[in-house]
């Protein structure tokens, strides 16, 4: 079971914007870093956010993440249908010496 | 350009073992810690091991622990997991993944190896 919540679906139409939350821990949100995965079928994880706010380069910036105490957002504004995929958190937990992913938010595009 | 190759998927039967490859390009391999993720068919991501750029660190998830060893040859680029007495559940797809430390976070990742546990 993860130690990382995240509600299991998510939806929203073009153009709007969505938040998905991550919630845990004080051992692991808690911790400095958070992080967030975007997952299509059958493709690789790709790192969407790092650090809690930063986005990789390439990663366009209608993506931004924030996080408040044992809590995580990741935020996509100006939505798009090439968003819909599923998105997870991570961050390592200290009291389990292991990397730890919230269950995933499946995001449907209307 | 940066890039992981995973290798050694198939079908096994339970208490049998197998053994994955990561082969990484683009990026000096020898300096950056590795880690192996796998998905379950229609679950979420599930964290299994990590080690240390030098080999000198490894950590597993509970599951895994006494069953799984990860491994690395950074004279050949190459991150391995050996895996023993596999289970059902141990079915999924496999990803290797980079540890870029200056970003704290898994930053590359590999296109994955299916492995699929039955009799």
């Known amino acids: 079971q993860s130690v990382l919540t995240q509600a299991p679906s998510a939806s929203g139409t073009p153009g709007q914007r969505v938040t998905i939350s991550c919630s845990g821990s004080?051992?692991?949100?808690?911790?400095?870093?958070v992080h967030w995965f975007q997952k299509l079928p059958g493709t690789a994880p790709k790192l969407l956010i790092y650090r809690n706010n930063q986005r990789p380069s390439g990663v366009p910036d209608r993506f931004s993440g924030s996080k408040s105490g044992t809590s995580a957002s990741l935020a996509i504004s100006g939505l798009r249908s090439e968003d819909e995929a599923d998105y997870y958190c991570a961050a390592w937990d200290d009291s389990l010496s292991a990397v730890v992913f919230g269950g995933g938010t499946k995001l449907t595009v209307l | 350009q940066v890039q992981l190759v995973e290798s050694g998927g198939g079908v096994v039967q339970p208490g049998r073992s197998l053994r994955l490859s990561c082969a990484a390009s683009?990026?000096?391999?020898?300096?950056?810690?590795m880690h192996w993720v796998r998905q379950a068919p229609g679950k979420g991501l599930e964290w299994v091991s990590l080690i240390s750029y030098d080999g000198s660190k490894k950590y597993y998830i509970d599951s895994v622990e006494g069953r799984f060893t990860i491994s690395r040859d950074n004279s050949k680029n190459t991150l391995y997991l050996e895996m023993d007495s596999l289970r059902a559940e141990d079915t999924a797809v496999y990803y290797c993944?980079?540890?870029?430390?200056?970003?704290?976070?898994?930053?590359?990742w590999g296109q994955g190896t299916m492995v699929t546990v039955s009799s």
């Open positions: 993944s980079r540890y870029d430390g200056s970003l704290d976070a898994l930053d590359i």
């Open positions: 004080g051992s692991s949100v808690g911790s400095i870093s």
């Open positions: 683009g990026f000096t391999f020898r300096g950056y810690g």
